[in-house]
């Protein structure tokens, strides 16, 4: 069975300081993995998808996650925070082999706090 | 990108009466998602819903209590009937990038803002 794992709940950096955030999966199958992000009062937005490409993935807003099969990883970091990076960010896994029933699975997610 | 209208964004009801929540958008996709997300939690999928049949309902959500209309390619509604506090949550309407004819990737999903429900 697939899982993710979310690994803080919530953290807090200094603006313009790294932001990491951490999530590792569970799956028989080489998974898609994407982080998504929610602003206060907006719907989710998708960040970045890995599917099996790169292993260094590229994403909206100075994002960037990094597929690491050897540690069931996929981190999410940012070299430099902004204020407005504030928000909820979801990392989510999906088998791309279940077929049209296939779902994603959430993490529960981490509270990204920046401080001026 | 699909642009994703939910209404209402909120709502306050009592307990036993129904709330239908509309999701529109703004071109003809195949597969609809209605999502919960309960306080401090992740997101739960409670149904997919194509066009021209019925709704796919995920283990513990059953059509009785989140009956989903389909009427076309671009509108779903879902009911939360007979509330109760334990409903209190946001519903969240999802679509798949690609429209009819194109193949369902689950690569990316598009979002409503949500709808904020609380049952006194």
């Known amino acids: 069975a697939q899982s993710v794992t979310q690994l803080d709940s919530h953290v807090s950096v200094s603006e313009g300081t790294p932001v990491l955030l951490r999530c590792n999966y569970s799956?028989?199958?080489?998974?898609?993995l994407f982080w998504y992000v929610q602003h206060p009062n907006k719907g989710l937005q998708l960040l970045l998808k890995y599917t099996s490409a790169a292993t260094l993935v590229k994403g909206i807003n100075g994002f960037e996650a990094e597929f690491k099969k050897s540690e069931t990883s996929f981190h999410l970091t940012k070299p430099s925070a902004h204020m407005s990076d504030a928000a909820e960010y979801f990392c989510v896994v999906s088998d791309p082999y279940a077929g049209n029933n296939r779902k994603l699975i959430w993490g529960l997610g981490t509270s990204l706090a920046v401080n001026p | 990108s699909a642009v994703i209208s939910q209404k209402p964004s909120r709502d306050i009801c009592q307990r036993g009466t129904s709330l239908t929540i509309q999701c529109q958008v703004d071109s003809q996709v195949t597969m609809m998602f209605w999502y919960r997300q309960q306080p401090g939690q992740s997101l739960t999928l409670i149904a997919t819903a194509n066009q021209g049949s019925e709704a796919t309902y995920e283990s513990g959500f059953v059509i009785d209590k989140f009956p989903i209309s389909r009427p076309n390619l671009t509108f779903s509604t879902l009911t939360v009937s007979n509330m109760s506090p334990e409903d209190s949550s946001i519903y969240l309407c999802s679509v798949e990038e690609g429209g009819p004819g194109t193949a369902a990737t689950n690569e990316k999903l598009f979002f409503g803002s949500g709808t904020q429900l609380s049952v006194l």
């Open positions: 799956s028989s199958y080489s998974p898609s």
